[in-house]
Protein backbone atom coordinates (compact mmCIF):
# COMPACT_ATOMS: atom_id res chain seq x y z
CA UNK A 1 0.00 0.00 0.00
CA UNK A 2 1.68 3.47 -1.28
CA UNK A 3 1.64 6.20 1.25
CA UNK A 4 0.11 9.32 -0.10
CA UNK A 5 1.98 12.29 1.89
CA UNK A 6 0.05 15.97 2.17
CA UNK A 7 0.35 18.92 3.36
CA UNK A 8 -2.36 20.84 5.28
CA UNK A 9 -2.74 24.97 6.87
CA UNK A 10 -5.84 26.41 8.56
CA UNK A 11 -6.85 30.05 8.17
CA UNK A 12 -9.82 31.63 10.48
CA UNK A 13 -12.52 33.94 8.65
CA UNK A 14 -14.41 36.49 10.65
CA UNK A 15 -18.15 36.85 9.57
CA UNK A 16 -19.14 37.95 6.28
CA UNK A 17 -15.93 37.17 4.97
CA UNK A 18 -15.02 33.42 2.46
CA UNK A 19 -12.05 32.45 2.11
CA UNK A 20 -10.72 30.35 -1.22
CA UNK A 21 -7.21 29.27 -1.90
CA UNK A 22 -5.72 28.17 -5.34
CA UNK A 23 -2.72 26.28 -5.90
CA UNK A 24 -0.89 27.79 -8.73
CA UNK A 25 1.32 25.18 -11.33
CA UNK A 26 3.66 26.04 -14.32
CA UNK A 27 2.94 24.30 -17.08
CA UNK A 28 5.26 21.51 -17.73
CA UNK A 29 7.49 22.49 -20.93
CA UNK A 30 6.48 19.44 -22.80
CA UNK A 31 3.01 21.45 -23.19
CA UNK A 32 3.58 24.51 -22.69
CA UNK A 33 4.46 25.51 -26.19
CA UNK A 34 0.52 26.71 -27.05
CA UNK A 35 -1.06 26.32 -24.07
CA UNK A 36 -1.02 28.62 -20.92
CA UNK A 37 2.06 28.79 -18.89
CA UNK A 38 0.17 28.65 -15.80
CA UNK A 39 -2.73 26.75 -13.99
CA UNK A 40 -4.44 26.35 -10.94
CA UNK A 41 -6.31 24.09 -8.92
CA UNK A 42 -8.58 25.33 -6.23
CA UNK A 43 -7.51 23.57 -2.69
CA UNK A 44 -9.88 21.03 -0.21
CA UNK A 45 -10.60 22.33 2.75
CA UNK A 46 -12.65 21.71 6.04
CA UNK A 47 -14.56 23.94 7.83
CA UNK A 48 -15.47 24.08 11.80
CA UNK A 49 -17.05 26.82 13.27
CA UNK A 50 -15.93 28.69 16.26
CA UNK A 51 -18.02 31.20 17.67
CA UNK A 52 -19.21 33.79 14.93
CA UNK A 53 -15.62 32.72 12.74
CA UNK A 54 -14.75 29.55 10.58
CA UNK A 55 -11.38 28.09 10.84
CA UNK A 56 -10.69 26.49 7.38
CA UNK A 57 -8.20 24.00 7.33
CA UNK A 58 -6.82 23.91 3.35
CA UNK A 59 -4.96 20.52 2.02
CA UNK A 60 -2.24 20.30 -0.23
CA UNK A 61 -1.80 16.71 -1.60
CA UNK A 62 1.85 16.67 -3.24
CA UNK A 63 4.08 19.41 -1.21
CA UNK A 64 7.25 19.98 -3.63
CA UNK A 65 10.24 20.77 -2.24
CA UNK A 66 10.77 24.32 -3.45
CA UNK A 67 7.28 25.15 -2.11
CA UNK A 68 3.89 25.53 -3.69
CA UNK A 69 2.39 28.51 -4.91
CA UNK A 70 -0.10 29.71 -2.93
CA UNK A 71 -2.72 32.45 -4.58
CA UNK A 72 -5.49 33.50 -1.61
CA UNK A 73 -8.55 35.39 -1.97
CA UNK A 74 -10.82 36.41 0.89
CA UNK A 75 -14.00 38.04 -0.46
CA UNK A 76 -16.43 40.57 1.45
CA UNK A 77 -18.91 42.80 0.64
CA UNK A 78 -17.99 44.45 -1.47
CA UNK A 79 -14.18 43.63 -2.20
CA UNK A 80 -11.83 40.75 -2.31
CA UNK A 81 -8.50 40.62 -0.61
CA UNK A 82 -5.76 39.04 -3.19
CA UNK A 83 -2.45 37.55 -1.55
CA UNK A 84 0.01 35.24 -2.81
CA UNK A 85 1.94 32.70 -0.20
CA UNK A 86 3.85 29.69 -0.87
CA UNK A 87 3.45 26.54 1.25
CA UNK A 88 7.37 26.10 2.50
CA UNK A 89 7.79 23.03 4.40
CA UNK A 90 5.21 23.26 7.16
CA UNK A 91 4.86 27.02 6.92
CA UNK A 92 2.62 28.90 4.72
CA UNK A 93 4.15 32.25 4.22
CA UNK A 94 2.38 35.37 3.35
CA UNK A 95 3.07 38.71 1.41
CA UNK A 96 3.10 41.42 3.90
CA UNK A 97 0.92 43.86 1.78
CA UNK A 98 -2.40 41.90 0.05
CA UNK A 99 -3.63 43.76 -2.80
CA UNK A 100 -7.45 45.09 -2.01
CA UNK A 101 -9.67 45.06 -4.92
CA UNK A 102 -12.34 46.69 -5.31
CA UNK A 103 -14.43 44.91 -7.54
CA UNK A 104 -17.60 45.68 -10.08
CA UNK A 105 -19.66 43.29 -9.90
CA UNK A 106 -20.38 41.45 -13.01
CA UNK A 107 -24.31 42.12 -13.86
CA UNK A 108 -26.56 41.17 -16.62
CA UNK A 109 -30.42 41.12 -17.03
CA UNK A 110 -30.10 37.97 -19.69
CA UNK A 111 -28.37 34.94 -19.44
CA UNK A 112 -24.89 35.12 -21.21
CA UNK A 113 -22.24 32.30 -22.26
CA UNK A 114 -18.63 33.00 -22.20
CA UNK A 115 -16.31 31.08 -24.75
CA UNK A 116 -13.51 30.16 -25.94
CA UNK A 117 -11.58 29.22 -22.60
CA UNK A 118 -7.91 27.61 -23.87
CA UNK A 119 -6.84 24.76 -22.06
CA UNK A 120 -3.30 22.79 -21.19
CA UNK A 121 -3.29 19.62 -22.64
CA UNK A 122 -4.26 18.41 -19.24
CA UNK A 123 -7.82 19.73 -19.71
CA UNK A 124 -6.35 22.85 -16.51
CA UNK A 125 -7.63 26.41 -17.29
CA UNK A 126 -5.35 29.76 -16.57
CA UNK A 127 -9.31 31.53 -16.04
CA UNK A 128 -11.57 30.76 -13.33
CA UNK A 129 -14.98 32.83 -12.56
CA UNK A 130 -16.35 32.83 -9.03
CA UNK A 131 -19.86 32.81 -7.96
CA UNK A 132 -19.98 35.79 -5.49
CA UNK A 133 -23.11 34.67 -4.03
CA UNK A 134 -21.61 30.86 -3.14
CA UNK A 135 -18.10 31.91 -3.92
CA UNK A 136 -18.14 28.60 -5.88
CA UNK A 137 -16.59 28.17 -9.14
CA UNK A 138 -18.71 27.87 -12.35
CA UNK A 139 -17.39 24.75 -13.91
CA UNK A 140 -16.88 25.18 -17.91
CA UNK A 141 -18.55 22.58 -20.30
CA UNK A 142 -16.15 21.16 -22.92
CA UNK A 143 -15.95 20.93 -26.65
CA UNK A 144 -13.38 20.62 -29.54
CA UNK A 145 -12.83 23.26 -31.73
CA UNK A 146 -12.36 21.75 -35.21
CA UNK A 147 -11.46 25.06 -36.75
CA UNK A 148 -8.40 25.29 -34.42
CA UNK A 149 -8.03 21.94 -33.36
CA UNK A 150 -8.57 22.69 -28.89
CA UNK A 151 -10.30 21.45 -26.89
CA UNK A 152 -12.07 24.73 -24.98
CA UNK A 153 -14.69 25.56 -22.76
CA UNK A 154 -17.63 27.75 -22.22
CA UNK A 155 -19.71 28.93 -19.27
CA UNK A 156 -23.15 30.07 -18.94
CA UNK A 157 -23.46 33.08 -16.80
CA UNK A 158 -27.04 33.70 -15.26
CA UNK A 159 -28.81 36.57 -15.24
CA UNK A 160 -29.08 38.84 -12.18
CA UNK A 161 -25.75 36.54 -10.55
CA UNK A 162 -22.73 38.28 -9.39
CA UNK A 163 -19.29 37.28 -10.79
CA UNK A 164 -15.77 37.74 -9.96
CA UNK A 165 -13.24 36.25 -12.99
CA UNK A 166 -9.23 35.73 -12.35
CA UNK A 167 -6.55 34.41 -14.23
CA UNK A 168 -2.70 33.68 -14.17
CA UNK A 169 -1.07 35.21 -16.74
CA UNK A 170 2.86 35.13 -17.33
CA UNK A 171 5.06 37.53 -15.96
CA UNK A 172 7.98 39.51 -17.55
CA UNK A 173 10.38 37.18 -15.82
CA UNK A 174 9.71 32.75 -17.49
CA UNK A 175 9.18 31.59 -14.16
CA UNK A 176 6.76 34.83 -12.70
CA UNK A 177 3.33 35.07 -13.16
CA UNK A 178 0.63 38.17 -12.36
CA UNK A 179 -3.03 37.69 -11.27
CA UNK A 180 -5.26 39.43 -13.52
CA UNK A 181 -9.21 40.21 -12.17
CA UNK A 182 -12.35 41.69 -12.64
CA UNK A 183 -15.26 40.76 -15.13
CA UNK A 184 -15.54 37.02 -16.49
CA UNK A 185 -15.03 39.12 -20.21
CA UNK A 186 -11.25 39.55 -20.20
CA UNK A 187 -9.72 41.82 -23.12
CA UNK A 188 -6.55 39.44 -24.69
Same mark, same amino acid.
Given at each position: ????????????????????????? $????????????? #? /??? +? &??? %? !??????????????????????????????????????????????????????????????????? $????????????? #? /??? +? &??? %? !????????????????????????????????????????????????????
Amino acid at each position: MENIEGKHFSITDSQNVKTVIYEIN $KTEKEMAKNAPKF #T /IQR +L &DYT %E !EFVGEKTKKTFYVDEPRPEGNRLAIFSFGKEKVIINNGILAGNRVLIEKTPLPFVFKKYYEDTDIEV $KDFTYTPNLKRPI #T /IID +L &DTV %E !EVKPVLYFDEVTNEVKGKCTLKAHKNYFAFEIRQGQENDDYILVGGSPVFDN
